[in-house]
């Protein structure tokens, strides 16, 4: 089993920056591919970005390519999301997650484990 727990969500205005922050226990991330997902009211869970077991290879959505940064540490079991030019359409809630293999993958049903969100809200 992984638990995962987000960190840093908030209220920022349009054009400010945010570092979600995902602390993991139980087994290792080591191993596996992780990645953050975003679900707004009304809508569903759609992948935001993701990253391999290396870090070697990352993902983006193309609505926050260019504005958002994935990263891990391995060694702190952790996974951050750094989002710049954060807009008033980034407002969600934001997951993060890891699936069993170590490639990326978009899909939501590919991943295993689920942390419970931090609400993100960029106001105009």
């Known amino acids: 089993q992984v638990q995962l727990v987000e960190s840093g969500g908030g209220l920022v205005q349009a054009g400010g920056s945010l570092r979600l922050s995902c602390a993991a226990s139980?087994?290792?991330?080591?191993?596996?591919?992780v990645g953050w997902f975003r679900q707004a009211p009304g809508k569903e869970r759609e992948f935001v970005a993701g990253i391999s077991w290396s870090g070697g290879s990352t993902q983006y959505a193309d609505s926050v390519k260019g504005r958002f940064t994935i990263s891990r540490d391995n060694a702190k079991n952790t996974l951050y999301l750094q989002m710049n030019s954060l807009k008033p359409e980034d407002t969600a809630v934001y997951y993060c997650?890891?699936?069993?293999?170590?490639?990326?993958?978009?899909?939501?049903?590919?991943?295993?484990?689920w942390g419970q969100g931090t609400q993100v809200t960029v106001s105009s």
């Open positions: 997650a890891a699936r069993g293999g170590g490639l990326v993958v978009p899909g939501p049903s590919d991943y295993n484990f």
């Open positions: 139980g087994r290792t991330l080591a191993t596996r591919a």
